[in-house]
C-alpha cells in the first residue's frame, strides 16, 4: 500500500457555546416580556452584582458579570433596533442618560483591576454610569418582548464572539474573561 498516507486532520475551531439558538427566538413570544420568573431571576441577580461591586469587601467575578452582560445588552438594543414591543409596535431603544460609554469604561476599569490582583471596584463616576444604565436596561426588559429579548441575548453573544475572534469595532473596549 505505497502511497497511502493518513488523512490530514483538519484543525477544529472551539466552539462557542450560546444560550439561545434561532428555535429559542423563533418560539419566544413575539406579544408578551419575558416571562416573569425569568425577569425577576434576572434583573434580582444584576442588582444583586451592583450591590456587591458597591458594597462587598471581596465582590466576585459572578457579580462584575451580571453588570457586564446587562451593560452589553443594552448596548445591543441601542445599536441594533428598533425592537418589537409588546404592544406590537417597533420601538427604538435609546442612551436617554448618555452614561452608556462611561458604563462601558467603568466596568472595563474594574476588570483591569482584578486582572491586576486588586479587588472588582467601580469608582463613584462608574457607580452613577452602571446604575443608570443598569435602570434603562430593567424598563427594556420589561417594555420589550420576549422574542426581541432572546434576539438581543444572541446578537451580544455573537458580538462578543466576534470580538474575542479579532473583529473590534473602533469603540469596542477589551473583552476579558474574568
Do not use: F
Not at 444560550?19 to 431571576?41: D, G, I
Amino acid at each position: 500500500m505505497a502511497g497511502r498516507t493518513k488523512p490530514k486532520r483538519r484543525r477544529q475551531k472551539p466552539r462557542v457555546i450560546r444560550s439561545y439558538t434561532p428555535w429559542h427566538e423563533l418560539m419566544a413570544s413575539p406579544t408578551e416580556p419575558l416571562p416573569l420568573e425569568w425577569r425577576t431571576h434576572h434583573l434580582t441577580r444584576m442588582w444583586q452584582g451592583l450591590v456587591a461591586l458597591e458594597t462587598a469587601p471581596q465582590p466576585t467575578t459572578d457579580d462584575w458579570r451580571v453588570c457586564s452582560d446587562a451593560v452589553n445588552m443594552l448596548e445591543t438594543l441601542i445599536a441594533r433596533g428598533p425592537w418589537l414591543a409588546c404592544t406590537g409596535d417597533m420601538v427604538d431603544v435609546h442612551d436617554t442618560t448618555g452614561l452608556l460609554n462611561d458604563a462601558i469604561a467603568a466596568l472595563a476599569m474594574a476588570g483591569r483591576r482584578s486582572l491586576e490582583g486588586k479587588p472588582i471596584r467601580l469608582d463613584g463616576a462608574g457607580i452613577q454610569a452602571v446604575r443608570a444604565v443598569l435602570e434603562s436596561y430593567a424598563d427594556a426588559l420589561e417594555a420589550l418582548s420576549a422574542r426581541a429579548m432572546v434576539r438581543c441575548h444572541r446578537l451580544t453573544e455573537q458580538r462578543i464572539a466576534e470580538i474575542l475572534a479579532g473583529k473590534r469595532l473602533p469603540h469596542d473596549v477589551e473583552v476579558m474573561d474574568l
